[in-house]
């Protein structure tokens, strides 16, 4: 069945550092890919998407692209700041029916230390 | 507008008690969902309705757990009777009916059932 899978946390890393969270999945047709980050104490929010193969999604400083041939869509930001401290979901969104489903990954802690 | 809005933000009950959650969409989404957040499980969907109708409630653990959306302003998940293992985080999220569409979070309320 369709699946996502994110790289285990948590993930420690100094500020400045580079950052990658993993995030591959299993589907059948042409999902849309999401990225959401949550930070302490609040509900997730969107961080940036990607909707057909060779796509890069942006925001704040990260990126992801949508790699079909690898189904991938890796979280990437050169230059972690304290405040990027959050768990970051990868998710995954398929046709179910005439609706839409959003299939979650675990989720990864980002700890960034100044 | 202020967001999805949930309510309680936190909430302590005995087991046995019924325990009644409420939301607020977004003005003019028609899309609801109500997920429990776990260390143990991370993320998962309960139960989604479109335009006030229960789409896919495959995700609600057991019978003792149902969710109403009477109108498009409102909605609840009730627990009945609660158990220990429910306690978690349990968001409410909204969005647009459609494809790759964002979904936006409430605050969630954290439930701890003794």
């Known amino acids: 069945g369709d699946s996502v899978t994110q790289m285990e946390g948590p993930v420690t890393l100094s500020e400045e550092a580079f950052l990658t969270i993993n995030c591959t999945y299993t589907a059948t047709g042409y999902p849309s890919l999401f990225w959401y980050v949550q930070y302490p104490g609040e509900g997730l929010q969107l961080l940036l998407k990607a909707t057909k193969a060779d796509d890069k999604g942006s925001n704040k400083g990260f990126e992801a692209t949508y790699r079909k041939e690898t189904t991938s869509f890796h979280l990437e930001k050169g230059s972690v700041q304290v405040s990027d401290s959050a768990v970051y979901f990868c998710a995954l969104e398929v046709n179910a029916g005439n609706n839409r489903k959003l299939i979650w990954g675990l989720g990864t802690s980002l700890a960034v230390n100044p | 507008d202020a967001g999805v809005i949930q309510s309680p933000r936190h909430e302590v009950t005995e087991m046995g008690q019924e325990v009644t959650l409420r939301c607020k969409p977004i003005?003019?989404?028609?899309?609801l969902f109500w997920y429990r957040q776990t260390m143990m499980r991370g993320l998962e969907l309960l139960i989604y309705?479109?335009?006030?109708?229960?789409?896919?409630d495959s995700g609600m653990p057991e019978d003792r757990f149902s969710a109403k959306m009477p109108n498009a302003s409102f909605s609840t998940l009730k627990i009945q009777p609660s158990e220990p293992r429910d306690s978690a985080v349990y968001f409410c999220?909204?969005?647009?009916?459609?494809?790759?569409?964002?979904?936006?979070f409430g605050q969630g309320t954290r439930l701890t059932v003794v």
């Open positions: 309705f479109n335009n006030n109708v229960p789409i896919d």
């Open positions: 003005s003019g989404h028609n899309s």
């Open positions: 999220a909204s969005s647009l009916k459609g494809w790759r569409t964002e979904a936006f």
